[in-house]
């Protein structure tokens, strides 16, 4: 467990937590080139995040699901709430639908494979920090091809809030979707935040995977 030096203002400051050596040094070097994003602590396990995160002021916490003593659910569960309330990225080298669905009902903001790229992995850092959410695209068409049927939106949904989770499956941000829409990005935090009440979901990953359970995403693009 250790401290990385002071935070610049204005950056992301992110806090890694991974058991194993080399994959901390990549997730480091890719972090370090990466514009406004800077790593002010690594833990070795999920007690010493809990412990590290109480001494650096983290962003946005980049957890592995594997690892000893507290596995990666658990810590993001106790990461997400008070006292630290931080948003969290999980990765890990294996996944399956079944621990996606686990980290994002623990309250993740995202979910990311090790193989992914840096960018990737950047972009996942930058979408968990504005309130966005970013899932491995090879874990998307994971999941896919394992589910076998799909359910419809609830009826009383408008058309207006179904293109909403539908945008937010296809993974683009407010700005975004405020184009698509007409909507300026005010408005679309204001229609975002009223279906994640309407719909009882956490976040906006939460929501994507909504979106690809009623078949709103075409999983071809």
């Given at each position: 467990m250790r401290m990385i030096g002071e935070p610049?203002?204005?950056?992301?400051?992110?806090?890694?937590?991974?058991?194993?050596?080399?994959a901390?040094?990549?997730i480091a070097a890719y972090l370090a080139v990466a514009d406004g994003i800077q790593l002010v602590g690594v833990a070795n396990d999920g007690l010493e995040a809990?412990?590290?995160?109480?001494?650096?002021?983290?962003?946005?916490?980049?957890?592995?699901?594997?690892?000893?003593?507290?596995?990666?659910?658990?810590t993001t569960r106790r990461l997400t709430r008070s006292p630290f309330n931080l948003k969290v990225l999980c990765f890990t080298a294996l996944a399956s639908d079944e621990l996606l669905i686990d980290a994002l009902s623990a309250g993740a903001s995202g979910f990311l494979l090790k193989?992914?790229?840096?960018e990737l992995i950047q972009h996942g850092v930058r979408s968990a920090h504005s309130g966005d959410a970013l899932i491995s695209p090879?874990?998307?068409?994971?999941?896919l091809a394992?589910?076998?049927?799909?359910?419809?939106?609830?009826?009383?949904?408008?058309a207006t809030e179904v293109d909403l989770v539908r945008l937010i499956g296809y993974g683009?941000?407010?700005?975004?979707?405020?184009?698509?829409?007409?909507y300026s990005i005010s408005t679309v935090k204001?229609?975002?935040?009223?279906?994640?009440?309407?719909?009882?979901?956490?976040?906006?990953?939460?929501?994507?995977?909504?979106?690809?359970e009623w078949g709103l995403v075409d999983e071809r693009k």
């Open positions: 610049d203002q204005g950056t992301i400051r992110v806090l890694l937590v991974e058991d194993e050596a080399l901390q040094r990549a809990i412990q590290l995160a109480t001494e650096v002021a983290a962003d946005v916490a980049i957890v592995d699901i594997h690892m000893p003593r507290l596995n990666g659910i658990e193989s992914d790229s840096p090879q874990l998307v068409c994971q999941v394992r589910v076998q049927t799909r359910t419809q939106p609830p009826a009383d949904l408008s683009l941000t407010n700005a975004q979707i405020g184009t698509r829409l007409g204001t229609y975002v935040s009223r279906l994640l009440a309407r719909l009882d979901r956490r976040n906006r990953a939460e929501i994507a995977t909504l979106a690809y």
